[in-house]
């Protein structure tokens, strides 16, 4: 069945500091969506990619789809105590009747 | 926050009570879901319905039994349980049930089992 890994699994990085995460999947992707979790909070919804070599931004967020639309990356630029949380990747297969299927998150902590 | 709300926030029983967690959208969706959130662990999807109609489930043991009397809400019934079914149990809904639809989750229902 279709995979979605994310790395790292953790990151602590110092305020100001920017920060990447990584999510690939075993099989090509109909699109990609990005949620973020706060500690004790649930999964919030970021964006979604649709495109192959997509690239959005949110203010210091930059979401990228790959060209093969099998990977993806969200970058922060000079992380804020804010950015604190979970980063999960969801990716849904190409395939007829593929279901959305979440990354295991990666855990952001920022120093202040 | 959101326009999904869960009932109860924590809940701990006993392996052998019958309990059961609420949820209610109030975004006019047409789709919900129940997943569960263990630590170190993908979020994993157990149930999903569509205007009141099961379409998914994701070989999830007979103790957890769902029922969607309609669109708005959404019920989870929990008996037997065992203590590695102790996780956060998140709702979510969405405007369909097709996967191109970004998800909004509740605040969850932080289940412990003893």
């Known amino acids: 069945g279709q995979q979605v890994m994310q790395i790292p699994q953790y990151q602590h990085v110092q305020e100001g500091e920017d920060f990447t995460t990584y999510c690939n999947s075993s099989?090509?992707?109909?699109?990609i969506q990005w949620y973020k979790q706060r500690p004790g909070g649930h999964p919030v919804f970021l964006i979604q990619l649709v495109k192959s070599g997509e690239v959005k931004k949110q203010k210091r967020l930059t979401f990228q789809f790959g060209e093969a639309k099998k990977n993806s990356s969200l970058h922060i630029t000079a992380t804020q105590t804010t950015d604190v949380g979970t980063y999960f990747c969801a990716g849904r297969g190409e395939t007829s009747g593929s279901r959305l299927t979440f990354g295991e998150g990666t855990q952001l902590t920022v120093n202040p | 926050e959101t326009g999904v709300t869960q009932t109860p926030r924590h809940l701990v029983m006993g392996m052998t009570n019958k309990k059961s967690l609420k949820c209610e959208q109030h975004?006019?969706?047409?789709?919900m879901y129940w997943y569960k959130q263990s630590a170190k662990k993908p979020l994993e999807l157990m149930f999903v319905y569509s205007l009141e109609e099961r379409v998914e489930n994701n070989s999830v043991p007979s103790r957890f039994s769902p029922e969607c009397p309609n669109s708005s809400h959404l019920f989870l019934h929990l008996h037997t349980l065992q203590p590695e079914d102790s996780a956060l149990y998140l709702c979510a809904s969405s405007q369909d049930w097709n996967p191109s639809y970004e998800q909004y989750f509740g605040p969850g229902t932080r289940l412990t089992v003893t």
């Open positions: 975004l006019g969706h047409n789709a």
């Open positions: 099989t090509t992707l109909s699109n």
